[in-house]
């Protein structure tokens, strides 16, 4: 019997990239740096989907009307764009709204094929009512509960591998008894007032390979003991690698590989649908930060490849 192929959703849109200073951390090319890089090695293993902007009702579920305003107005004071730390423009506006119905873009289409991955999202620091370490919106908090609220799932997990804390997700989805928050993170670095999720485990400093891979297979088999989501949105932040600018871990390319992999493997051997976010990754290397960036899809397309 022939296998039909199918291609790999992944979710992106043009206006992705902001305007950032080149000694600011955060590569504000680094959407399209990766998309780029998607095409040019990937392109027929791919079914590329745009976002539209969301519905703000939806949105409302999750942040606080004033702050949706004042982003929409433009009218950010001081104080709020000091916890975001980027700077301001028309652009970043757009795009903190197209970029959390990306990901809820990829969550449906991971429903209907059971993968796919954004080229963004993992703004995992935004708060109910205000933004935080370069997010604004919180793509995770709304996909989970829109997916929720639309009937489409009656549950889901949060699962965050970027190497900072996800508060911002927690603090919206504590809320919600049927989202389940899982983080694997550096207990040392930024955001240094932790949250309590549903599951935490804060890793010190310096971790390398071995221990790392150890914990994410123990924690994989913790959460199927407890629950059976709907959905996985899965934040597969790089900056657990060794060189990242602002993450402290020592994670090789070969682990965040073998991570990846061992997270989707795990998801689609229980048949639970993964929709996967890039979540956090900085260097000033361009090239580099698009290949890390790229793994999550690499082992996508390869597991994708399976399913059919
Ligand atoms: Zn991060």
């Known amino acids: 019997m022939s296998r039909k192929f199918q291609p790999l959703s992944v979710i992106y849109h043009e206006n992705y990239d902001i305007p950032v200073p080149k000694i600011h951390s955060f590569v504000g090319s680094k959407f399209s740096d990766l998309f780029a890089y998607l095409q040019k090695k990937y392109a027929s293993s791919l079914n590329v989907l745009t976002p ?41 506006r757009e795009r903190s709204f197209l970029e959390i119905e990306g990901t809820l873009l990829t969550a449906k289409h991971a429903i209907k094929n059971k993968i796919a991955c954004h080229v963004g999202g993992g703004t995992h620091h935004a708060h109910f009512s205000y933004g935080y370490g370069f997010c604004i919106f919180n793509d995770l908090a709304y996909t989970a509960v829109n997916l929720i ?4 799932v009656k549950n889901v997990l949060v699962l965050d591998l970027d190497v900072h ?34 599951m935490d485990i804060g890793l010190p400093a310096e971790i390398s390979d071995f221990e790392y891979l150890k914990t994410i297979e123990q924690t994989l088999r913790t959460i199927k003991e ?51 976010v890039i979540g956090g ?3 000033k290397n361009i090239d580099e930060l ?9 082992n996508a397309i390869q597991l994708s490849k399976s399913i059919y």
């Not at 919206?172 to 955001?191: A, E, G, L, R």
């Not at 709907?230 to 965040?256: Q, T």
């Open 165 to 198: 804390q996800g508060d911002g997700t927690i603090d919206i989805c504590q809320n919600y008894p049927s989202i389940y928050t899982c983080s694997v993170h550096s207990k040392d670095s930024f955001p240094f007032d932790k949250k309590k999720g549903w």
């Open 281 to 283: 990754g900085y260097s």
């Open 226 to 276: 407890k629950i059976t989501p709907d959905i996985v949105l899965y934040d597969a932040g790089v900056d657990i690698y060794a060189n990242d600018k602002l993450g402290n871990f020592k994670i090789s390319l070969e682990g965040i590989h073998k991570r990846d992999h061992i997270v989707l493997d795990h998801f689609l051997n229980r048949n639970i649908p993964i929709a996967t």
């Open 52 to 92: 539209s902007l969301p519905n703000l009702e939806n949105l409302e579920q999750i942040h606080h009307l004033d702050y949706i305003n004042k982003i929409q107005q433009n009218k950010l004071t001081k104080d709020y764009l000091r916890l975001i730390n980027l700077p301001w423009s028309n652009r970043l």
């Open 149 to 152: 609220e639309e009937n489409l």
């Open 290 to 298: 698009a290949k890390r960036h790229s793994i999550i899809f690499e």
